[in-house]
């Protein structure tokens, strides 16, 4: 078993995260989901902004083609740190929310 990374911290952290999905949000913390859609554990959020103000991870959920699925807001222990976000975004994208079909 892999060790966990660990968060980056700085200035250059904010907005360049991606997470994995290990239990999904309560309804109230989701803030938008397109139609036919879901928060799927095992699935990637790209972090948005950082919510200090909160504790919360504020994710944003794209599918393979960089479609935004959803925008939902997590508690720390609901999500992994998986690593950096790929930069420049590439097709198809490497780290998608599996949206339901």
Do not use: C
């Not at 250059?12 to 995260?17: K, T």
């Not at 938008?32 to 948005?48: A, F, K, L, M, N």
């Amino acid at each position: 078993m892999s060790a966990t990374p660990i968060l980056p911290t700085g200035p250059d952290a904010v907005d360049n995260r991606i997470f994995e999905v290990l239990q999904a949000p309560p309804r109230e913390r989701v803030r938008w989901i397109r139609d036919g859609s879901e928060i799927t554990v095992g699935g990637y959020g790209w972090d948005t902004w950082a919510s200090p103000e909160n504790g919360l991870v504020h994710l944003t959920g794209y599918d393979e083609t960089l479609l935004n699925i959803w925008h939902a807001d997590f508690e720390p222990q609901e999500v992994r740190y998986v690593g950096p976000k790929p930069l420049p975004a590439s097709k198809p994208n490497p780290f998608p929310a599996r949206k339901r079909l």
